[in-house]
């Protein structure tokens, strides 16, 4: 396959969706791996009946739909159960990114995954962009968008991989302190900068 595939991530109130926004402006398509973890465990589908399986029914709603506040009690404080919980999860989701990918005509996509360091996905793409503020304003924004209070921001950040792990991890970097003019200059230089490696990316694939 010779669709580039560029992971993008970065903490809480980073701007992520911002910077997801000014690529999709250049017609860049956004896949958001959140999108795909909440479609993959909508009723009817496998990975909810495994997870019923290995949570018991209590993991439900009502409705019959998977209880997400309930059950992110019950892996928060459990390591063993989070990790079985991932293990249902993360393949059904590479497979549903696959399938997604797989229709994508242009020369690269991005591909949202916040928890990528966290996860170990970060090993599943060539190419990973970061998002980075500090974490004041980190706090700040999730304080302002979300109407928490600077605890609530704060207990977020830190269940979340430092701002270290991520940057160890990045191809590239936005900063993003500025305006949010200036973020979208910094995204269409990396746009031109995706496009020429995408593109020379497909010559060599011909070439082989
Ligand atoms: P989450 O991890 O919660 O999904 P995110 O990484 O997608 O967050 P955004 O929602 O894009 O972050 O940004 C967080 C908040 O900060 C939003 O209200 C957004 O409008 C604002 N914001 C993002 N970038 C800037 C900027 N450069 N200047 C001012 N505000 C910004």
Redesign the pocket.
């Known amino acids: 396959m010779s669709l580039l595939a560029i992971a993008l991530t ?12 000014a690529f999709a402006r250049h017609g860049v398509p956004v896949v958001d791996t ?1 999108v795909l973890a909440r479609e993959v465990v909508e009723p009817g589908q496998p990975a909810l009946r495994e997870i019923v399986e290995a949570f018991g029914g209590e993991c439900l709603d009502a409705a019959g739909a998977l209880d997400r506040v309930y059950l992110r009690r019950v892996v928060f404080a459990d390591a063993g159960r989070r990790q079985c919980l991932e293990a249902i999860l993360h393949p059904r989701i590479l497979q549903a990114l696959r399938r997604r990918l797989a229709a994508i005509e242009t020369p690269y996509c991005l591909v949202v995954v ?1 928890l990528l360091v966290e996860t170990g996905l970060d090993q599943q793409f060539e190419r990973i962009l970061v ?1 980075d503020v500090p974490e004041e304003l980190q706090i700040e ?2 304080m ?3 109407r928490v209070d600077a605890e609530q921001a704060r207990r977020i950040l830190d269940q979340q991989a430092g701002r270290v792990q991520r940057l160890a991890v990045a191809d590239d970097v936005i900063e ?5 003019a ?2 979208e200059d910094r995204v269409a230089v990396l746009h031109q900068q995706y496009l020429a490696l995408a593109i020379g990316r497909r010559c060599a694939f011909q070439r082989d």
């Open positions: 970065g903490g809480i109130g980073s701007g992520k969706t911002a910077v997801g926004q959140d916040p998002v924004r999730v302002a968008r979300d993003n302190t500025g305006t949010l200036e973020l």
